[in-house]
């Protein structure tokens, strides 16, 4: 922090001192802006733009041959829908889950999932039934921590997939978020997460599938423990 | 007189914002320091949101710090490149978006939610002007030290098609700004950590290079393959010995200094009934250093320190030989002119890029065993 106000401060400090001592208010509008956003009016959302892109035109143009660019404009909607925006348009966005177009329903998945909350987590649910498994994987691991446990399924299914999740960097297989999301939402384990090859993995998926079977029915969200029950 | 008070106030104020400031946009975040001959790059980057806190930050830069500093140890790069990354917690919100600080947003990511970290990365592989981005909360350390890269200047060494699937620009599918390979599920599951070569090391020192004018000094790179068997007279115990090497100097008035990266695979090729070769431990992936001179004739004399050990053993676990696959070699050979620890290549001084020259090794010795192979080394480049 000394360094930044030197940096900024300095400069400032004898620019003023230089126009107070002489009378001159015409330099003031060459004083460089430096710091214009400070601790107390720092925006949370990561990035600003001039100009607001459209939340249905910026998921539906999500162009996968530009996907930084793409991924950069989800986040800073997603970053301006912390107020709850998004549920004004949820007929477009239902639209979109049932695009033909991939790219639509993975924009529209994706969006959704870093904005919904509890109350609102039943948008999402249609898409835990996507023709795509990676886009239902996706859905699903968005909403098992929001106490839809019928992603729980999807999750079990994918833990004997070989599938990566598109655009994922480093690449990310499904079964790894699966890994990532059954033991933690739920009292399973079933050594998912120490397996280790691909025999080990389909033992543990068996195990889960039984789990399931006879647990599914009667697990409840239990919100205070962000568990299922 | 006022006209002169203000010609003094601005230039007291041009003066000291040009001494303190940023000397150009984005240099706050990068700073790299070139002393003697060695180059230390200090990354300043700073954290926040509800899900930044001390001690994310902290692991973040310790593990960044670790990944960086290892691969630029063994990167076998010509100048020795030291990281200091820096991250720092600001809170839930950033100290500053703008005066020149890269500042990472940390997206809440639950367990099992996909979320795409990303930072912005500048035109023409250099810094980004408005150094900004998105990070997981539980980003992988890969994922953490993928995206540091880009502040360095890096671009991904990838594209993504349109089903999603990223494909590594040839001949980067190993590299941590290019791997995506599908074939290697289970690495991927255990976090293996992929991997820097002296490429990075190049753009990095390109992007530095092209935004603050430093002038690095001319490296002079070689690679060598090592092809050799070895043989004993009952036939039984064969030996292959494959290897590989890149050394890559630094050039300054005629004199070199330089380190390198290779491996070498030790491997018995036949065995008879009842003998008990066992194998060899320890050969890949050792580093070698290297230093060099030029003689009054202008050859060029490579000479290559092996920095690890290896030993060969029989099946009960007996060592047979010890040390360094080098000079295990040459202990037996006298085709090098310097047996023992330091191998003595010496080239002509005609050498263009892309030459080869062949050292050939053929050389019974006293138990009645031998050698026999070359050792080729090719010059790799001259910059």
């Known amino acids: 922090m000394k360094q930044r106000f030197k940096t900024c401060c300095i400069p400032v400090l004898i620019c003023c001192f230089g126009l107070s001592g002489c009378g001159d208010r015409d330099i003031v509008a060459e004083t460089p802006e430096q710091n214009k956003v400070g601790m107390e009016d720092a925006p949370v959302i990561p990035e600003q733009v001039s100009q607001d892109p459209d939340l249905i035109e910026s998921i539906a143009g999500f162009d996968p041959s530009n996907a930084g660019a793409s991924f950069r404009t989800l986040h800073l909607l997603a970053g301006q829908e912390s107020k709850g925006d998004f549920l004004n348009k949820t007929e477009e966005l239902t639209s979109l889950l049932s695009s033909e177009q991939w790219p639509e329903r993975f924009a529209a998945i994706y969006f959704l999932g870093l904005v919904i909350d509890e109350s609102n987590a039943a948008i999402l649910v249609k898409s835990l039934g996507d023709k795509d498994e990676r886009l239902r994987v996706m859905a699903a691991g968005s909403l098992i921590g929001l106490g839809e446990k019928r992603s729980i399924p999807v999750l079990i299914d994918a833990i004997s997939s070989e599938e990566l999740m598109p655009f994922s960097r480093p690449s990310t297989p499904l079964a790894l978020l699966s890994a990532d999301a059954l033991p933690h939402f739920t009292e399973g384990d079933f050594e998912l997460l120490e397996s280790k090859d691909s025999v080990s993995l389909g033992e543990a998926a068996d195990k889960w599938k039984q789990w399931w079977k006879s647990k599914g029915d009667d697990l409840e969200w239990a919100a205070a423990e962000q568990k299922y029950k | 007189m006022k006209t002169n008070c203000r010609s003094l106030s601005l230039l007291l104020w041009v003066l000291l914002f040009a001494t303190l400031s940023i000397p150009s946009e984005g240099l706050s975040r990068v700073t790299p320091i070139y002393k003697d001959g060695k180059l230390t790059y200090?990354?300043?980057?700073?954290?926040?949101?509800?899900?930044?806190?001390?001690?994310?930050?902290?692991?973040?830069?310790?593990?960044?710090?670790?990944?960086?500093?290892?691969?630029?140890?063994?990167?076998?790069?010509?100048?020795?490149?030291?990281?200091?990354?820096?991250?720092?917690?600001?809170?839930?919100?950033?100290?500053?978006?703008?005066?020149?600080?890269?500042?990472?947003?940390?997206?809440?990511?639950?367990?099992?939610?996909?979320?795409?970290?990303?930072?912005?990365?500048?035109?023409?592989?250099?810094?980004?002007?408005?150094?900004?981005?998105?990070?997981?909360?539980?980003?992988?350390?890969?994922?953490?030290?993928?995206?540091?890269?880009?502040?360095?200047?890096?671009?991904?060494?990838?594209?993504?098609?349109?089903?999603?699937?990223?494909?590594?620009?040839?001949?980067?599918?190993?590299?941590?700004?290019?791997?995506?390979?599908?074939?290697?599920?289970?690495?991927?599951?255990?976090?293996?950590?992929?991997?820097?070569?002296?490429?990075?090391?190049?753009?990095?020192?390109?992007?530095?290079?092209?935004?603050?004018?430093?002038?690095?000094?001319?490296?002079?790179?070689?690679?060598?393959?090592?092809?050799?068997?070895?043989?004993?007279?009952?036939?039984?115990?064969?030996?292959?010995?494959?290897?590989?090497?890149?050394?890559?100097?630094?050039?300054?008035?005629?004199?070199?200094?330089?380190?390198?990266?290779?491996?070498?695979?030790?491997?018995?090729?036949?065995?008879?009934?009842?003998?008990?070769?066992?194998?060899?431990?320890?050969?890949?992936?050792?580093?070698?250093?290297?230093?060099?001179?030029?003689?009054?004739?202008?050859?060029?004399?490579?000479?290559?320190?092996?920095?690890?050990?290896?030993?060969?053993?029989?099946?009960?676990?007996?060592?047979?030989?010890?040390?360094?696959?080098?000079?295990?070699?040459?202990?037996?050979?006298?085709?090098?002119?310097?047996?023992?620890?330091?191998?003595?290549?010496?080239?002509?001084?005609?050498?263009?890029?892309?030459?080869?020259?062949?050292?050939?090794?053929?050389?019974?010795?006293?138990?009645?065993?031998?050698?026999?192979?070359?050792?080729?080394?090719?010059?790799?480049?001259?910059?």
């Open chain 2, 42 to 383: 200090v990354v300043q980057i700073q954290i926040y949101g509800s899900y930044a806190t001390p001690e994310l930050a902290e692991k973040w830069e310790s593990e960044s710090n670790r990944i960086f500093n290892q691969a630029a140890a063994a990167s076998g790069n010509c100048i020795p490149t030291e990281f200091e990354i820096q991250i720092d917690y600001a809170g839930d919100t950033a100290f500053s978006v703008d005066d020149g600080n890269e500042s990472w947003y940390v997206q809440p990511v639950r367990p099992g939610q996909f979320f795409r970290s990303h930072v912005k990365i500048g035109e023409n592989g250099s810094y980004s002007a408005d150094g900004s981005g998105s990070i997981a909360s539980n980003a992988a350390n890969m994922t953490v030290v993928h995206e540091i890269s880009h502040v360095l200047g890096h671009p991904d060494m990838y594209v993504d098609n349109e089903e999603g699937n990223s494909e590594p620009n040839p001949g980067w599918g190993d590299n941590l700004m290019g791997k995506s390979e599908k074939s290697n599920l289970f690495a991927l599951w255990v976090g293996e950590e992929s991997y820097f070569d002296p490429r990075n090391f190049d753009i990095f020192n390109d992007s530095v290079s092209k935004e603050l004018g430093i002038e690095f000094p001319k490296c002079l790179s070689f690679s060598g393959v090592i092809d050799l068997i070895s043989n004993e007279p009952s036939q039984c115990n064969r030996d292959k010995i494959e290897g590989q090497f890149s050394v890559s100097f630094q050039v300054e008035n005629d004199q070199f200094s330089g380190r390198g990266s290779g491996s070498v695979q030790w491997t018995p090729v036949s065995r008879c009934e009842g003998t008990d070769y066992g194998g060899q431990r320890t050969a890949n992936g050792y580093p070698v250093k290297a230093s060099g001179w030029t003689d009054e004739d202008g050859n060029l004399h490579l000479g290559i320190y092996p920095q690890d050990e290896t030993e060969a053993f029989f099946t009960n676990g007996e060592v047979y030989a010890r040390g360094s696959v080098l000079p295990i070699l040459f202990e037996y050979s006298t085709g090098f002119g310097a047996p023992g620890s330091l191998t003595d290549f010496v080239l002509p001084p005609d050498r263009q890029v892309g030459d080869k020259y062949e050292f050939r090794v053929s050389d019974p010795h006293h138990d009645g065993a031998w050698f026999d192979g070359a050792v080729t080394i090719e010059v790799a480049g001259t910059d």
